[in-house]
């Protein structure tokens, strides 16, 4: 039976579709049969792996159920690694769940035909709260959480943490982890103290290599396999796949 | 659908990649090489289920043909020789091949090397859309053999949601002179490149008869196809590939001995009675290697006739059959691959050569319409068996039970190598099924009977192995075990041979087969 990860948080700019994309990447390469779902209406994950943004039917369509989600499944470039693209139609998710009885139930029901099929189901989520979030958190095994070392941030996590209660359960990281910064260091240090549990022990460094990889529309060990980004997410993804066999 | 396999003719690899770029953008992944090793069993049981089993690099992988999907993978460091499933350290593709092929081992079929330059076709955004193989193809069927080049080949593999890039791909490429569709796997093609036949070996006997054919010349036939199965499978017997090879050429002596005894006025007397004497000969020379093959093979099922505690104490059984197994082995090459056997199967197949020939003097059925003479033969032997089983009570002695059994296999080859070519379907195929119905309560009683004396004549050697007594016991609790059960199919048979020899049954018989 297949995982179902969300890179998720509030705030948007953190590193979710970095993470969602790079961790995806891994996961495949690992032998996990893998699907990224982009459920962002701008569609960034899409463009990393150069996928046209577009669903038949759109979001619409997908959430009625008529025709089976894995119509639209695309293969990326990564053996073992296929997408659920973005479209545009998706920024009128909230309304179309609304539509439904139970609307946070939804995207689970559109996800459990493809749960056989996959090991590891990775979420790439838009940042809001919202009747889209609330499906996630009901669909998700697991939130990775992005976190930038500022109080800002911090306070959004804060809020994000209490707000879930234990299911699904919250993996956060630290992104665009500055070690030179005192104030980095600092703020870190208070939040792994106060919340032991949720915070993973990898952190995504500040680094060209993630900004780049717009430019280079990859995953940052296909272009920069040796960079300190790149053995940063897959630390991240070995910490990960370990919380996840202790749970 | 996901993949297209082209010819390309005459067409090297460079002018390919040439063609491909013509048609659409592509970004070059290189070349190299690779060894593939096609494996199945001798019987292409893989083949015919839609499965390969291919050895590249240290992996040795599943795939299905239609869409050339992975069904699992082991590692396996090289194809040196038979592979047996129970040597697979993968428990689940070592399950699923089981469950395909049986206890066959898998044998290298064909060795293909591959000159592949991959090539990813892309869109507008850069993404692959179909992936490109351009394959220069050799082929050959033993490491050291001479290889046959199959020329150029084109795999396109599609991409998951990309299906209509990939058709246009091909529809593209299949407007070029030359190209064309591959009508067959890679495997297939390559074989037949080789000279072999894709299909393998078939112990089937499938000659074609009509009711007016001279019984000579339908016995000929028959015996002849019978004579080919044997050739097939004794080398693979002599090799010890796996048991069926043997079992295989058995059914074959077998049956050609039933075709000798019940068709014996179409052959000449004298000459007969040397080629069944022959036979006779070849058919125990290698039933002990056979009974063997059949107690290790149901060891498992034996243990389990045995309280638990007890299973490990007949591990010396096991080892003291296995022992004579390989001493048996050693006897069975020496006779198989002997002047003896090669001359009586030259002999014999001198004799359906010239069989149609030959004066018919004393052979005076050879002219008789083979759809006659088999129906008479039919009802002689149902007639015969129905009259054997109504004497068989429960005081009669346990070789009543077997002769009728011998009776019930000259029937069923009568049915199975004749009748159903020859009778109508809607009276030989139930007659077929009761019979096999009668005959399996009869094969169990027997079988039982083999395992009992077999195991009894073995006690000496199982004791003085290490845990020789203690096996000795639980071989005590074995034996009780199956005296109950072949009691327990001598209660089965009244009901069984009701079946075969009631009243509806008889009057069919004797309607259809006059």
Not at chain 2, 492 to 499: A, I, L, Y
Request: proline share 5%; aromatic share 4%.
């Amino acid at each position: 039976m297949s995982r179902v990860l969300a890179t998720y948080n509030i705030k948007g700019g953190v590193g979710k579709t970095s993470a969602a994309v790079n961790l995806a990447y891994l996961a495949a390469a690992e032998g996990a049969r893998t699907l990224l779902w982009d459920l962002d209406p701008q569609g960034a994950a899409t463009f990393l792996l150069r996928v046209r943004p577009k669903i038949s039917g759109g979001g619409r369509r997908l959430l009625a159920l008529k025709s089976p989600a894995s119509d639209s499944v695309k293969e990326s470039d990564h053996p073992g690694l296929d997408l659920l693209p973005a479209d545009f139609s998706y920024r009128h998710m909230d309304l179309a769940l609304d539509r439904y009885k139970r609307p946070t139930r939804r995207l689970r029901r559109v996800l459990d035909p493809l749960r056989g099929n996959y090991d590891v189901i990775v979420l790439d989520c838009p940042p809001s709260i919202s009747l889209v979030s609330e499906s996630v958190f009901e669909a998700a095994d697991a939130l990775l959480v992005p976190v930038i070392p500022a109080v800002l941030p911090i306070r959004t996590f804060e809020q994000l943490a209490g707000l879930v209660d234990s299911q699904p359960q919250i993996l956060a990281f630290f992104s665009m982890l500055d070690v030179t910064r005192p104030l980095h260091r600092e703020l870190a240090a208070r939040l792994r103290a106060s919340h032991p549990k949720a915070l993973l022990g990898a952190a995504i460094p500040h680094s060209d290599e993630v900004e780049r990889m717009g430019a280079e529309r990859a995953v940052v060990a296909e272009f920069a396999p040796k960079s300190r980004a790149a053995m940063a997410y897959r630390a991240l993804w070995w910490d990960i796949r370990g919380r996840l066999r202790d749970a | 659908m996901n993949a297209i396999r082209l010819l390309a003719g005459q067409l090297d690899l460079s002018a390919a990649a040439e063609l491909l770029s013509a048609s659409a953008a592509i970004r070059d992944r290189g070349c190299r090489e690779r060894e593939l090793v096609f494996l199945d069993s001798a019987d292409r049981l893989l083949r015919g289920a839609g499965f390969d089993a291919v050895h590249q690099g240290h992996w040795l992988e599943l795939r299905s043909r239609t869409d050339g999907t992975s069904r699992g993978r082991c590692r396996l460091e090289a194809v040196d020789g038979p592979l047996r499933l129970s040597s697979l350290q993968a428990p689940e593709l070592g399950g699923r091949l089981r469950k395909l092929v049986g206890e066959r081992a898998l044998l290298a079929v064909i060795r293909v090397s591959l000159q592949a330059w991959s090539i990813d076709v892309l869109d507008e955004l850069q993404k692959t859309v179909v992936r490109v193989e351009l394959q220069g193809v050799k082929a050959r069927t033993s490491p050291r053999g001479p290889s046959a080049e199959l020329g150029t080949l084109i795999h396109l593999q599609g991409l998951r949601g990309y299906e209509p890039e990939l058709f246009r791909l091909g529809e593209r490429l299949l407007e070029v002179p030359g190209v064309v569709l591959a009508g067959e796997p890679l495997a297939d093609q390559a074989l037949r490149a080789c000279g072999g036949n894709p299909e393998g070996l078939s112990s089937r006997v499938e000659v074609a008869l009509s009711p007016d054919l001279r019984a000579d010349a339908a016995a000929a036939a028959v015996s002849r196809r019978l004579l080919e199965v044997i050739e097939d499978n004794l080398p693979g017997a002599v090799e010890d590939l796996d048991p069926e090879f043997l079992h295989d050429l058995r059914v074959a002596v077998r049956r050609t001995r039933s075709v000798q005894r019940e068709l014996k006025r179409v052959f000449p007397a004298v000459e007969l009675a040397r080629h069944r004497d022959a036979f006779r000969w070849l058919q125990r020379v290698t039933g002990e290697v056979r009974d063997l093959d059949v107690q290790l093979g149901e060891f498992d099922e034996l243990l389990g006739l045995v309280p638990a505690a007890a299973r490990p104490d007949l591990d010396p059984l096991r080892e003291v059959l296995l022992r004579r197994r390989q001493r048996a082995q050693e006897r069975l090459v020496v006779d198989l691959s002997g002047r003896r056997t090669r001359a009586m199967l030259r002999d014999w197949a001198a004799l359906l050569e010239d069989l149609v020939e030959l004066p018919r003097e004393d052979r005076p059925d050879s002219a008789t319409p083979i759809g006659r003479l088999v129906a008479r033969r039919v009802a002689k032997v149902h007639h015969r068996m129905v009259k054997m089983g109504r004497e068989i009570d429960e005081t009669s002695p346990a070789g009543a039970l077997h002769d009728l059994r011998k009776r019930g296999k000259e029937l069923r080859y009568l049915l199975e190598l004749f009748a159903v070519r020859l009778g109508p379907e809607s009276v030989v195929t139930p007659m077929v099924k009761s019979l096999k119905g009668l005959q399996d309560v009869l094969g169990r009683h027997q079988d039982r009977q083999v395992q009992i004396e077999l195991i009894r004549s073995l006690a000496e050697e199982v004791a003085e192995r290490p845990g020789g007594p203690r096996a000795l016991v639980a071989m005590g609790a074995l034996l009780s075990a199956l005296d109950q059960d072949e009691q327990a199919a001598r209660c089965e048979f009244t009901d069984r041979f009701s079946g075969f020899a009631g009243r509806p049954q008889r009057k069919l018989v004797k309607e259809t087969f006059r």
